[in-house]
């Protein structure tokens, strides 16, 4: 464990290094995501202009709700956002230097680049929880809390397992770059509350795929009570992504043949 602290270290410091070649760029990309940002949430001042709940979710609810999928996301492309390089890696034949290093390879491809103009995101994704929760009057207690804290953690590994999944094709489909818009269309799927949706196409989004659980379950046990059993699921499902994408990423490397073969 403390060889693979050094290497995640010596991972953030080139990447830190990286960004001040081009700080111009690097404040230009935070402040890009603060008006993005700053833009959902007008969207959602307009909508809460015209109605003071929507299927059961307040301004103030939504806004919990937004920054949820925030902080979730910024920190997902922070630590993973290397993931996206799979399929590039392939074509370039760079992946036949990660296989032969005396590394785990998923630990290699998943934390190689930490991307550090998430962290206007994520700050910004804090500031709206806080600002939504002193809007809802509420304070959560502990279990509230901790609901929250372990179903943000469960979003990041389904997340990051779907994500893992999807740039894996790569190995064969080769151009798959595009993909990646999946991934975003996920998150924008899940940035609205599953309510909205009829009962059916609610329950497929929950149990089945489970989009529910990346931002609209974690952010109701802070806004509603806490409903344990449904953190038992996001932790399920946590365990089950990591597991299926794992056992993805080895099969993939089987059948890996080489950019020069």
Not at 26 to 47: C, E, G, R, T, Y
Not at 115 to 143: C, E, M, R, V
Not at 165 to 173: A, E, P, R
Not at 234 to 256: C, I, N, P
Request: net charge positive.
């Amino acid at each position: 464990m403390r060889r693979y602290w050094r290497i995640y270290r010596t991972f953030f410091v080139s990447s830190f290094a990286r960004e001040l070649e081009f700080r111009a760029n690097f404040f230009a990309k935070i402040l890009q995501s603060i008006v993005w940002i700053a833009f959902f949430v007008l969207i959602l001042l307009v909508i809460y202009g015209n109605t003071d709940s929507v299927a059961g979710w307040s301004r103030a609810d939504s806004f919990i709700l937004a920054a949820t999928i925030f902080i979730m996301t910024s920190i997902s492309a922070a630590f993973f956002m290397s993931l996206m390089e799979i399929p590039q890696q392939v074509r370039q034949g760079t992946l036949d230097f990660v296989i032969t290093k005396p590394i785990d390879t998923q630990f290699w491809i998943s934390t190689r680049r930490f991307n550090f103009d998430q962290i206007g995101n994520l700050l910004a994704g804090i500031a709206l929880l806080i600002f939504g929760l002193a809007q809802t009057h509420i304070t959560p207690s502990a279990n509230q809390w901790l609901a929250y804290v372990l179903l943000v953690a469960a979003s990041l590994a389904i997340y990051y397992s779907f994500c893992l999944i999807l740039m894996t094709t790569g190995v064969w489909l080769v151009r798959v770059d595009n993909l990646w818009v999946l991934t975003e269309s996920a998150t924008q799927v899940a940035r609205f509350p599953m309510d909205i949706y009829e009962l059916g196409l609610r329950r497929l989004l929950t149990f089945v795929v489970p989009l529910g659980f990346i931002a609209t379950v974690p952010s109701s046990q802070l806004v509603r009570q806490v409903q344990w059993n449904m953190v038992a699921m996001g932790l399920t499902w946590a365990l089950v992504a990591l597991l299926a994408s794992r056992w993805f990423w080895r099969f993939a490397l089987r059948h890996y043949t080489s950019a020069s073969s």
